[in-house]
């Protein structure tokens, strides 16, 4: 059997055998992809899930669930109260979280940042990554922005990665003890440049099963997806494109 | 009067009038001078503390007394659970915390980390302050980071601070919706190269009284210092070098 996107992933191979690898982990497909990834790849994954107080907090349950599935060494999941900051629709209950019709954003050349951006959420998370590596020894991180569907978000893009790199390998231990720039902080994003049916198609070749997994705005206490929001359009094409059949568990009632 | 130290910061004063800034507040000598500061510049200011486990949590009740003192907008105490992640005498209670009689690390030229160095602590600590200050319009982060007396500390370093700039401008809405370099981010770090007996002739110039401060690793529930450990030891010989008389309340039966 061939694996045209599995087999692209050669440089993101571990620098030694069972090296230690954190995954950010949210329990949704991309994120539940690159930790399949990593563990494909020969890692050891210490996954970490953050309820950083958003609305979808059954995403979480699906955490635990396919992170014991897929046999993670640890699974942490760290609270910390973001909605106390404002700003977002993810966070905010007094905002309403936008479905595919009302974004006009997707289409425009001009970035437009969505109000589903949360203020520094990924670079919040990436940092708590980097304690929690820096913590078991570990130089790698897998993290599964995308810059293909969702262009308007700042910190999905490769340059943002990049420079969180770089800053990572000045802020820790490895930046200062280390001889050898090679040594240093990995920030893998192996999703990064592909479109939503690529990772159905790459997960696909891994037997990943997407039916556990919740990409939706605003699931419901079983996981079930509302099949509306921008999230929940974006995986439903990502399927059909793929020409894989979709699993996920929508509500009824929508 | 004159005040030599305070006039140096005329290039940190607000790009608009009452400009908001987000300050890193821990209740310690460093970060009340930066906040007394940012004040005295002009900023409306937005004090942060994190409480990530750190053993010495009386420097956060000093905190809140002294940014009612002080008169901020806003202060907010942000609650992390690091020690799950382990790796620091600061927050794992089955490590010692060293005195400065068994560090050796002060007087080398090549830094070794010291055990007291909480993996990933202050990236994490200015990740959210940017959230904060992205939802509150900010472009103003002031870090007290001291390269001189922590020179252990890979981030307290200033190629740090602007590598963490370079980041924040990237990862927020500023980055991506400024076309003006100038109108981004600004991580201000003030004493970042002074020396502890210049940061207290600042203070002194600024007014500051000092005595509810805490900078001890291993204050009582009083928040008495200890009198013994690194930290208090830099402050001790920072109030002599600078010739101002030392407020610090020390346990008496240490």
Request: glycine share 6%; proline share 5%.
């Amino acid at each position: 059997m061939t694996a045209p996107f599995l087999s692209a992933f050669d440089l993101t191979k571990p620098r030694t055998q069972n090296a230690p690898a954190v995954i950010l982990f949210s329990g949704g497909l991309d994120s539940t992809t690159i930790l399949a990834l990593a563990k494909h790849l020969g890692y050891h994954c210490y996954a970490l899930s953050v309820h950083y107080g958003q609305k979808h907090s059954s995403e979480l349950e699906a955490a635990k669930q396919i992170a014991h599935l897929l046999g993670v060494e640890r699974h942490e999941i760290i609270h910390l109260d973001l909605p106390r900051f404002g700003g977002s629709a993810l966070t905010d209950h007094s905002l309403h979280i936008p479905t595919s019709n009302d974004q006009a954003n997707l289409n425009t050349n001009r970035p437009v940042i969505p109000i589903t951006y949360v203020p520094a959420r990924n670079t919040i998370m990436l940092s708590l990554a980097l304690a929690w590596a820096e913590s078991i020894s570990s130089l790698d991180i897998f993290y599964g922005a995308n810059a293909v569907d969702y262009s308007g978000y700042p910190d999905c893009r490769p340059e943002y990665v990049r420079s969180f790199e770089v800053m990572a390998n000045l802020a820790t231990k490895a930046g200062v003890e280390s001889l050898h720039p090679e040594n240093g902080f990995r920030i893998h994003a192996p999703i990064i440049q592909m479109s939503k049916a690529q990772i159905i198609r790459l997960g696909a070749e891994m037997g990943i099963n997407y039916s556990q997994t919740v990409s939706c705005y605003q699931a419901n206490t079983n996981g079930e997806a509302c099949g509306i929001c921008e999230s929940c359009q974006l995986r439903k094409t990502g399927f059909s494109q793929a020409g894989v059949s979709d699993p996920t568990r929508y509500q009824i009632n929508i």
